[in-house]
Nanobody, 120 residues
């Protein structure tokens, strides 16, 4: 079994920064793609960013140039650096990881989410 735990959320003023972390633990052989999603109140969950196993990154247009996704494979941890935050970025942020476990089974896992609130 694999668990994902997000951390780093909180309350920040517009223009501020936060760094989210997504720590994976359990029977991990490898983490393939790692992604961040967010869900604002009353809205559907939306994709934010992806980092593949080779380090290539992709971003939603709404965060391009402000957010940066990264990973540390030695720690099985992913990160989302969020700069120039706007009230529209307020949401619960979730990480999703495509994991191959030690039994060589492969599936997606979700974390429980971390709240990000951008407000003055």
């Amino acid at each position: 079994q694999v668990q994902l735990v997000e951390s780093g959320g909180g309350l920040v003023q517009p223009g501020g920064s936060l760094r989210l972390s997504c720590a994976a633990s359990g029977s991990i052989f490898s983490i393939n793609a790692l992604e961040w999603y967010r869900q604002a109140p009353g809205k559907e969950r939306e994709w934010v960013a992806t980092i593949s196993d080779n380090g290539s990154t992709h971003y939603a247009d709404s965060v391009k140039g402000r957010f940066a996704i990264s990973r540390d494979n030695t720690k099985n941890t992913g990160y989302l650096q969020m700069n120039s935050l706007k009230p529209a970025d307020t949401a619960v942020y979730f990480c999703n990881a495509d994991v191959t476990d030690t039994g060589r089974s492969r599936r997606d896992y979700w974390g429980q989410g971390t709240q990000v609130t951008v407000s003055s």
